[in-house]
């Protein structure tokens, strides 16, 4: 007698084949890099490592923030510098100490990092990568492409998980500088598209919250509100 499904669950990942069908339950992992860093691992927070700058925590950040993946020669250049030695070398063994941290954390996975003809990424197979920093960025793109009404609901989103500057404990690093001023103006824009809105329809509530925050982020923008 042959049985209509069969369940095979490994690690919080449920695969059901068969008459039914097939469908994926993963896990999730968010990622908060706006205004600081930490894990959220199925609601709960996880301790990754106690500082967000080590070596493994900034592979982890930028394969985090590139889904499709990181070039190798691009992940060394911007973890090692020219004097650092045998830098391929010490590449591999970052490599192993981030997949080694991914599974002593408790975040289902099997390879954890994937690579594919030179270029790395994080593999979600068993569990699916959520960023704040991708989220705030693709509903700025959103806003862009929509009506009034739809843009002004996806801005005001979009500045309530801004919760800050992109990782500021790391602003001394180029790659971290690049999207920080990317993110900023992003933000710095959806502001003063709200503050329009808000003072054309005398929602002066809204204003003088979103100005508030917005004075708390960046005491010294010279942005007129």
């Known amino acids: 007698?042959?049985?209509?499904?069969?369940?095979?669950?490994?690690?919080?990942?449920?695969?059901?084949?068969?008459?039914?069908?097939?469908?994926?339950?993963?896990?999730?992992?968010?990622?908060?890099?706006?205004?600081?860093?930490?894990?959220?691992?199925?609601?709960?927070?996880?301790?990754?490592?106690?500082?967000?700058?080590?070596?493994?925590?900034?592979?982890?950040?930028?394969?985090?923030?590139?889904?499709?993946?990181?070039?190798?020669?691009?992940?060394?250049?911007?973890?090692?510098?020219?004097?650092?030695?045998?830098?391929?070398?010490?590449?591999?063994?970052?490599?192993?100490?981030?997949?080694?941290?991914?599974?002593?954390t408790g975040i289902a996975g099997f390879e954890y990092i994937k690579i594919q003809k030179g270029v790395y990424c994080l593999d979600q197979t068993y569990v699916s990568i959520r960023c704040d920093a991708l989220e705030f960025e693709a509903m700025i793109k959103e806003a862009k492409e929509s009506d009034e009404y739809n843009r002004i609901q996806l801005l005001e989103k979009a500045c309530e998980i801004y919760r800050g500057e992109f990782l500021p404990n790391m602003s001394n690093i180029s790659w971290v500088v690049t999207y920080s001023v990317r993110f900023k103006n992003e933000y710095l824009n959806a502001v003063e598209i709200l503050c329009e809105y808000y003072k054309k329809h005398k929602e002066y509530r809204k204003l003088y919250s979103i100005s508030h925050i917005t004075s708390e982020f960046y005491p010294f923008s010279e942005m007129q509100i």
């Open 1 to 104: 007698m042959k049985l209509p499904y069969i369940i095979l669950v490994l690690r919080g990942y449920c695969n059901f084949t068969g008459y039914a069908g097939r469908c994926a339950i993963k896990n999730q992992l968010y990622v908060r890099m706006l205004g600081g860093f930490d894990l959220e691992y199925d609601d709960k927070n996880i301790i990754f490592e106690k500082s967000s700058a080590t070596k493994v925590n900034r592979l982890f950040q930028m394969l985090v923030l590139e889904p499709d993946g990181v070039p190798r020669n691009v992940l060394i250049q911007n973890l090692f510098t020219d004097d650092e030695g045998d830098t391929s070398n010490s590449f591999r063994a970052l490599v192993f100490r981030l997949r080694k941290r991914l599974s002593a």
